[in-house]
């Protein structure tokens, strides 16, 4: 198991079609072309990780003759030029919520790119360097929003995170050493100490070992964040899979959860029921307003969330009147309903802080009304542009040939759903502000149902996220144009990382602290006391640790790189089983070198 260091493409036309375009290998020239005896760039890819649009990253630079050309961009630039191969969202094009919108979005400006030397051109076609110069590519420079320096939205569907929303194929070393210490961690056994087994992790403990003192600081918080937020997942799809063939609500889960982690340690059942409650609240609330849903319980296919229908529940007239069957209508109105929830447009479980960085970066109430978009509310249907409801609506009607306005059928929906005395008023609730009167969906009327294998979801032919539900084999992600098939196999889901750490992942608890040198002396022997308590009970460490600590029982040591000499790699392995009980292993390569 090793990093990326990126995925790099040639796109030049003339690029022989037996050789790989496409290499998980740093090259600034591609190498069949070399061999060719010729020269064209390969540029570093990145892709939305929602939609799937691909991008080409990287730096401008100066070029002696004037030009600029996109260069690759170093691993640890932080905000690396976007080039986006495709159509590029209009500026006005979205019209969801007005302040969300105005934070995340950059502008993006037509160019055209050459693939053979990277010359880039924003004002028409210039002359470049190439001998003989390849047809240029018509491209899309995205440009970074203006209060946080970064990009905060694909400018292909709009898709907007709270970090970056271009993946770059860059797993520098926490992602990989994190899947690493999470399945050794997984198989560490509890400890025999009585006194450490009611402490969290049942006494379990792992010191993790980096030259840098940065990688180390870095590595802790990054370790416990995704390794907490894997386990959380788990807690709740074990939840819903003991409700077996019922459907559970969000509320029925919130004991369910807090008890299992409570019984896992994962909560100390110290901190009382009532606060217990709360922090599974969030964490089910989390879900619902997930913006990894490709990471999710959802977009894994491990489980799906539904919405409950109202007890008076008829499908919409408008649709009805279109042709749709009463389970087609259901399907639409539910995908649109989505839209609101994937949007923030939803309430929160009972003390629940919608203000908790855990829900960064909509940190607070959204809302939703008939038209006009405003500080912290959407508009069902747009004035005069596109949002996802719309947008849905379009290509469903296009690909069922239906001539009707897809707006005023919009509008159509939104009257049946916010009718007075309607039967939507339990679901679609209605709060009386400053702003009139604006609505969101109850989180309470979530349900989860179990996913793959005991149902098979349906995947995008083009951004392969997984559907619950389809209407006319229309992808419901923005501006998406795949099309939607039931998954053949849904036992093959099960392979996925994320799906299987939701599935079979142990839910053990853990408390990850650095230990550096930049820790005042004082603050160092705070932190290694509660480790040797198992208040803390897993350690990324520098060199410092290597000599005269005691840490008490540790089962294993994980070196993130190779140490600088042998004496390094014996000082770092002999933190672990000091105990009389201990046992020892070495490992050989295959030649009978040392590791």
Not at 258 to 272: F, Q
Not at 317 to 327: E, I, N, Q, R, Y
């Amino acid at each position: 198991l090793r990093a990326l260091e990126g995925a790099f493409l040639c796109r030049h036309p003339d690029h022989d079609t037996r050789e790989p375009s496409l290499l998980l290998s740093r090259h600034e020239q591609c190498p069949s072309y070399t061999r060719a005896g010729r020269t064209a760039k390969m540029f570093e890819l990145g892709v939305c990780r929602r939609c799937g649009s691909e991008y080409l990253v990287g730096a401008l630079e100066p070029s002696a003759d004037g030009l600029r050309q996109l260069a690759q961009a170093s691993p640890f630039s932080a905000h690396p030029i976007r080039v986006l191969l495709g159509d590029a969202l209009a500026d006005d094009e979205d019209d969801e919520d007005q302040d969300l919108t105005q934070a995340a979005a950059g502008k993006a400006t037509e160019a055209l790119l050459c693939p053979g030397c990277g010359a880039l051109s924003e004002h028409g076609d210039v002359e470049c360097r190439c001998p003989s110069p390849p047809a240029r590519l018509r491209v899309w420079v995205a440009t970074d929003a203006r209060e946080t320096g970064a990009l905060r939205r694909c400018i292909s569907c709009a898709y907007r995170s709270a970090g970056d929303p271009v993946y770059r194929f860059l797993t520098g070393s926490d992602a990989p050493v994190s899947v690493i210490a999470t399945d050794l961690y997984q198989e560490l056994p509890p400890s025999r100490d009585p006194a450490l087994r009611d402490e969290i992790g049942e006494g379990r403990k792992l010191l993790t070992f980096s030259d840098s003192r940065q990688d180390a600081a870095f590595f802790a918080p990054f370790l416990e964040r995704t390794y907490r937020r894997a386990v959380e997942r788990r807690l709740i799809a074990q939840s819903v899979d003991v409700f077996g063939g019922e459907e559970p609500r969000t509320d029925d889960l919130i004991d369910p959860v807090r008890r299992e982690a409570e019984r896992s340690l994962v909560l100390s059942e110290d901190d009382g029921a009532v606060t217990n409650k709360r922090l599974a609240a969030t964490w089910l609330t989390r879900e619902l307003l997930a913006l990894d849903r490709r990471q999710g319980l959802e977009g894994t296919g491990v489980a799906e969330i539904a919405l409950a229908l109202p007890k008076r529940y008829e499908p919409p007239h408008p649709l009805l009147a279109l042709g749709f069957t009463a389970d087609q209508a259901t399907d639409l109105l539910r995908l649109l309903l989505d839209t609101l929830r994937h949007s923030g447009a939803i309430s929160v479980l009972e003390g629940v802080d919608v203000r908790d960085p855990a829900f960064a970066p909509r940190n607070r109430e959204i809302f939703v009304r008939g038209n006009g978009v405003g500080p912290g509310i959407l508009a069902w249907s747009p004035a005069r542009n596109l949002n996802g409801r719309l947008d849905i609506l379009q290509r469903v009607f296009a690909r069922r040939g239906i001539t009707e306005d897809p707006r005023k059928v919009l509008s159509g929906i939104w009257n049946h759903l916010t009718a007075r005395n309607g039967a939507w008023d339990k679901v679609l609730v209605a709060s009386q502000t400053s702003d009139g009167p604006l609505w969101r969906i109850a989180a309470e009327r979530y349900v989860f149902l179990p996913g793959v294998p005991a149902r098979s979801p349906f995947q995008c032919s083009r951004c392969q996220q997984l559907w619950w539900r389809s209407v006319a084999d229309v992808c419901p992600a923005f501006r998406c144009d795949g099309t939607l098939s039931e998954v053949d196999d849904p036992e093959a889901l099960s392979n996925d990382h994320y799906a299987r750490l939701y599935r079979d992942l142990k839910p053990v608890g853990m408390a990850v602290e650095e230990h550096t040198a930049q820790w005042v002396s004082s603050k160092a022997s705070e932190i290694q006391d509660d480790f040797i308590r198992g208040r803390i009970n897993v350690l990324s460490c520098s060199t410092t640790f290597e000599l005269g600590v005691d840490v008490g029982d540790v089962e294993a040591v994980l070196l993130r790189n190779v140490p600088p000499s042998p004496a390094n790699y014996v000082q770092r392995a002999g933190r672990a089983g000091r105990r009389a009980a201990a046992r020892g292993a070495a490992g050989e390569d295959d030649d009978g070198g040392r590791l």
